[in-house]
């Protein structure tokens, strides 16, 4: 484009420089020399810009469209399968029986290891569970009362406004029970990662049963393609088989990686149903506006945009040409449009 538009000014300047060198030999009335030079001139002008053009781009392009890669592929991690999540489309809500089994994933095998501390019991109500199933849920675990009269804080069974508890006491517990490594936090961790949905999924199936000849995997660390270093701290957690869904689904390693995700993202972004709901609301709603303002602005403009305007001087007589006297003389000419 840029070379394009750059050959077409040199070549206009070029057809501008010849006419007035063509008119300059003809009325001295010399030879074509001075044409054939011009013309030679002009090529190489052409020529030259479009070189310079390109030249230009390619210098560009090389210093800063390249993409500058700070880590090999190994550091950096395989790149994620882009799964076809139904959920990611945009007439589509959270699959809820899918959250349910998640859920029953995330509290069976990923809770004795990760916290979901964002997560309070009575957020799962309506989403995956019924208010009593939510309350005999939160009831399995106590939680610090306020200090009573005595200052004394005391042991109470949880309630729907209290907070998944965590494994661990704190990070540093955490740590010396992982080898040193910390398991982060699940409740935002599909907005925390690259790939999201598809590198989580990735993860938790992408261990292979061997690592591949040559790669090297440190003590206390597992082999998987997918993360970053490709040594991870948390060996593979799902097998087929694991769990015992409650709605009889096959709990096969892909089937519990897939619904543990789902949950994972509504856990991430649990406002995403409402969200897409709203936003086709929104478009309905915007969509009308724009096509009634288009009316409108049309009909206001209807009377400016359909004006003749005509332009009818008045007759010197004084500086009438005599011969053309006894003639008319009346211009009117559109102006702006009929
Ligand atoms: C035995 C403990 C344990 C269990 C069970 C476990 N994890 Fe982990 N997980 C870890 C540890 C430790 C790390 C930190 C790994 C590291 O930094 O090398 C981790 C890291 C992760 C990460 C972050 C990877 C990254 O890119 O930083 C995700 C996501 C994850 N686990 C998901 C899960 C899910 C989902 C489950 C349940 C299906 C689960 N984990 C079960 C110990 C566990």
């Known amino acids: 484009m840029l070379a394009r538009s750059c050959l077409r000014s040199a070549r206009t300047a070029g057809v501008a420089r010849n006419v007035a060198s063509r008119t300059a030999s003809r009325s001295a009335s010399t030879s074509t020399s001075s044409e054939a030079s011009s013309q030679w001139k002009n090529t190489a002008m052409g020529a030259g810009a479009a070189t310079f053009a390109i030249g230009s781009t390619a210098w560009y392009y090389y210093q800063f469209v390249r993409p500058a890669h700070a880590m090999t592929p190994a550091e ?7 799964y076809p999540w139904e959920h990611e489309k945009l007439t589509k809500t959270y699959d809820h029986q899918a959250l349910r089994r998640g859920f029953q994933v995330y509290r069976e095998v990923c809770a004795s ?9 009575r957020a799962l109500v309506g989403n995956m569970m019924t208010v009593d199933e939510a309350k005999v849920l939160a009831e399995e675990n106590e939680y610090d009362t306020e200090p009573n009269d005595e200052g004394e804080i005391e042991k109470r069974p949880g309630k729907l406004s209290d907070y998944i508890p965590s494994p661990y006491k704190n990070d540093e517990a955490a740590r010396a029970a992982n080898n040193g490594a910390l398991p982060p936090d699940l409740s935002l961790i599909t907005k925390a990662r690259h790939g999201g949905c598809n590198y989580i999924f990735s993860l938790l199936t992408g261990y292979p049963e061997e690592p591949p000849a040559g790669a090297v995997v440190q003590e206390g660390l597992n082999f998987n393609p997918y993360f970053p270093g490709t040594g991870i701290a948390m060996a593979r957690v799902l097998y087929d088989g694991l769990v015992e869904y409650e709605d009889g689904t096959p709990a096969t390693t892909s089937q519990m990686a897939k619904d543990v995700v789902e949950f994972l993202n509504w856990s991430a972004e649990p406002e995403m149903d409402d969200r897409k709901k709203m936003g086709w609301k929104v478009m309905a709603v915007a969509s009308s506006l724009l096509l009634l303002s288009i009316w409108v602005k049309r009909y206001k403009w209807s009377t400016i945009k359909t004006r003749k305007v005509i332009y009818d001087p008045p007759v010197n007589k004084a500086a009438r040409n005599p011969s053309t006297r006894g003639t008319t003389v009346n211009m009117k000419g559109g102006m702006g449009g009929n």
Request: net charge neutral.
């Open 113 to 121: 290891c990760h916290s979901l501390q964002r997560i309070p019991y």
């Open 76 to 82: 950096e991690g395989l790149h994620a399968t882009a």
